[in-house]
């Protein structure tokens, strides 16, 4: 019975070990800065597609973002209703620091099928995030700025793979009341 105790005590106290080691562990800066993203927020968003058939694409939703596994990932689940078919009805991003390229990282998955991941840095001068990411040859560029502890805006400019401006949207992001 004594043989089987001390690799189960060593296994118990090793475990207890860790998890307190890890609960220690300092947060980085970098994801210091995604704190002031956490909450919820309405968003009233307008935009133009410019080609291949102009048209103006209004849409408003709500995002909730929190802290998920152990607070390394942002995780943001959006609703949207829009004025056209196209517009997704929501999506979900995973957004992190990743310490070996330097840079922000973020995921998307929408409800259209749609899945982008984003490259991304800081502007603490600006208080601004600029994130770019491609798929299919269309570049996506968006300018998130944040205006105060409510108060948030992005533009989005989708450029075909010649580099014309095909799409662009605006939108104002406040913290939820109520």
Request: aromatic content about 8%; some cysteine; proline content about 3%.
């Amino acid at each position: 019975m004594r043989t089987v105790a001390c690799p189960v005590v060593a296994v118990v106290l090793t475990s207890a070990f860790c998890v307190a080691s890890r609960g220690a562990e300092r947060r980085s800066p970098e994801i210091q800065v995604l704190d002031q993203l956490i909450g919820r927020w309405d968003i009233t968003a307008e935009g133009k597609v410019l080609a291949p058939q102009p048209k103006t694409i209004k849409a408003t939703g709500t995002a909730d973002v929190a802290w998920v596994l152990e607070n390394k990932f942002q995780q943001t689940n959006s609703t949207f209703k829009g004025n056209d078919p196209q517009v997704p009805s929501g999506n979900m991003q995973m957004t992190t620091w990743d310490r070996a390229s330097r840079a922000y990282r973020r995921w998307t998955f929408d409800s259209a099928g749609g899945t982008l991941q984003w490259t991304g840095r800081w502007d603490e001068q600006a208080k601004s995030f600029t994130w770019h990411a491609e798929r299919g040859g269309v570049r996506y560029d968006q300018t998130y700025r944040v205006h105060s502890a409510d108060a948030h805006s992005y533009e989005i400019l989708v450029r075909d793979s010649g580099g014309k401006v095909v799409a662009e949207l605006h939108a104002k992001v406040s913290r939820h009341r109520g």
